[in-house]
């Protein structure tokens, strides 16, 4: 059975860190684009960050750029998304989303992050 399983999220205070895990089983992530996107209050869902098949660059929206990090780690089969300096408008349900070539689509339920004071 194919899930993706999102954790980590929270209440964090503006400018901390926080980091989310998202635990694949029934496939192998090396073989797969892995991303998270988000989804606001009233907003559309929204790409965050991207990592192709090992060995690929990663890619990041230019609102998180250079206080996100996504990461795998192939062994445990998961995929990471460490949060810095966070802002009240990263507040949103994070979404793991992992995509094959051939047209392989998987998404998680979501962790809920709410960064507020």
């Known amino acids: 059975q194919v899930q993706l399983v999102e954790s980590g999220g929270g209440l964090v205070q503006p400018a901390g860190p926080l980091s989310l895990s998202c635990a694949a089983s029934g496939f192998t992530i090396s073989r797969f684009g892995m991303s998270w996107y988000r989804q606001a209050p009233g907003k559309e869902r929204e790409w965050v960050a991207g990592m192709p098949i090992p060995g690929g660059v990663t890619n990041y929206a230019d609102s998180v750029k250079g206080r996100f990090t996504i990461s795998r780690d192939i062994a445990k089969n998961t995929v990471y998304l460490q949060m810095n300096s966070l802002k009240p408008e990263d507040t949103a349900v994070y979404y793991c989303?992992?995509?094959?070539?051939?047209?392989?689509?998987?998404w998680g339920l979501g962790t809920l992050v709410t960064v507020s004071s």
């Open positions: 989303n992992a995509r094959h070539v051939f047209g392989l689509d998987y």
